[in-house]
């Protein structure tokens, strides 16, 4: 038999050596120390806005819910929730492979697609009336939910600024090549 030194040896009833008998301890361990993880699926369509109020914002529509540790209210917001459900319709009619990873969120802002929706008329030379016709907006309430269309109006009263704007850029920009050139 060989003598392992590093461990204390103890005698047993049966003249056997063995290493010493387990300790119990009257300790009481440390309270868990690491944070919960939120392993809800509900959290895959929030994030927590205020933790001291326990506020979560939803990834959708940017509503902020109170969750008290509980998931049920975000849960009801989601079966609630028009743009998420329009996302969810829409992503249920493309084929499952372009959807892998989360979905993108990016801010919504009215004016920043309005200003392509004019150009675009512009540009093709599509009539404004067409921007009331039904397959437009069942396009453009798929592509970007949030967005609210125009009347052929207003797209026209757009069109007339956007004018301006360039016209008074284009005026600006003779008047000072003018300038320049009889300095010269």
Not at 25 to 32: A, F, L, T, V
Request: net charge positive; proline share 6%.
């Amino acid at each position: 038999m060989t003598n392992v030194s590093y461990l204390p040896m103890y005698a047993t009833s049966e003249n056997m050596i063995s290493t010493p008998p387990p300790t119990v301890s009257n300790e009481i361990p440390p309270p868990h120390t690491k944070k919960r993880k939120n392993h809800s699926e509900a959290w895959n369509h929030f994030t927590i806005s205020s933790e001291k109020e326990q506020k979560a914002s939803c990834k959708y529509c940017d509503t902020k819910i109170k969750y008290n540790n509980r998931t049920s209210s975000m849960h009801a917001h989601l079966s609630r929730c028009l743009v998420y459900k329009r996302q969810r319709t829409t992503s249920s009619m493309t084929s499952a492979e372009e959807h892998v990873g989360s979905p993108l969120i990016v801010k919504f802002d009215q004016e920043v697609i309005r200003r392509p929706m004019v150009k675009m008329f512009i540009n093709m030379e599509i009539p404004f009336r067409e921007v009331e016709h039904e397959s437009f907006h069942e396009f453009m309430s798929l592509s970007s939910p949030r967005f609210q269309i125009c009347s052929r109006t207003t797209l026209a009263c757009d069109v007339l600024k956007l004018w301006d704007i360039k016209n008074d850029f284009e005026k600006r920009s003779l008047s000072e090549l003018l300038k320049s050139l009889s300095h010269h």
